[in-house]
Antibody, heavy 120, light 112 residues
Framework: EVQLVQSGAEVKKPGESLKISCQGS????????IGWVRQMPGKGLEWMGI????????RYMPSFEGQVTISADKSISTAYLQLISLKASDTAMYYC?????????????WGQGSPVTVSS | QSVLTQPPSVSGAPGQRITIFCTGS?????????VHWYQQLPGTAPKLLIY???NRPSGVPDRFSGSKSGTSASLAITGLQAEDEADYYC????????????FGTGTKVTVL
């Protein structure tokens, strides 16, 4: 069974950094890209970026480039989302999801989400 | 802001049929890209509901169906049930923006 298990809830202060993890199991981790999706409170889904765990090739949505860093450690089947210099507006739920490459790619399995609260 | 527009809310009585539209443009749906749909039950992660415009993953009831025409796609739910109350998002690919994976604005379905 494919599973993506994310790290737990975080409460941070403005200016701090944070690294969220997403561990995959039940499939070959290096054969599927992993994406990160943000959902701000009461809002919709926003794609942030994706990584190929096999070679760490990474693509970012322009509005997130420079604000986040996506990485992966294939030896432990884990992808990471690092948020730097946190602001209150980074308060959100962050999801990782496995990308299914198709004629139009889609996300076929999702992690349970990692809630992040940024508050002074 | 999303390039795929959905109505903020749709409601229906149990047993009814409802349709959620996802309106795009010539750079995404109209360019021939498939549309996928996700269901997000309250307090949970999104779940793939429809892929490649019309296909259902294993375990998704056949009450859910998808289609597209021109620059729009739609998700139909027939025989609406209380457990269908959730947020629904469409997703496609857009060749005009660097953010290739685009989600719709989301639709809250309420079962009356």
């Amino acid at each position: 069974e494919v599973q993506l298990v994310q790290s737990g809830a975080e409460v941070k202060k403005p200016g701090e950094s944070l690294k969220i993890s997403c561990q995959g199991s039940g499939y070959s981790f290096t054969t599927h890209w992993i994406g990160w999706v943000r959902q701000m409170p009461g809002k919709g889904l926003e794609w942030m970026g994706i990584i190929n765990p096999g070679d760490s090739d990474t693509r970012y949505m322009p509005s997130f480039e420079g604000q986040v860093t996506i990485s992966a450690d294939k030896s432990i089947s884990t992808a990471y989302l690092q948020l730097i210099s946190l602001k209150a507006s980074d308060t959100a739920m962050y999801y990782c999801a496995r990308l299914k490459v198709a004629s139009t790619d889609y996300f076929d399995y999702w992690g349970q989400g990692s809630p992040v609260t940024v508050s002074s | 802001q999303s390039v795929l527009t959905q109505p903020p809310s749709v409601s229906g009585a149990p047993g009814q049929r409802i349709t959620i539209f996802c309106t795009g443009s010539d750079s995404n749906i109209g360019a021939g890209y498939d549309v996928h749909w996700y269901q997000q039950l309250p307090g949970t992660a999104p779940k793939l509901l429809i892929y490649d415009t019309t296909n259902r993953p294993s375990g998704v009831p056949d009450r859910f169906s998808g289609s597209k025409s021109g620059t729009s796609a739609s998700l139909a739910i027939t025989g609406l049930q209380a457990e269908d109350e959730a947020d629904y998002y469409c997703q496609s690919y857009d060749r005009s923006v660097n953010a290739n994976y685009v989600f719709g604005t989301g639709t809250k379905v309420t079962v009356l």
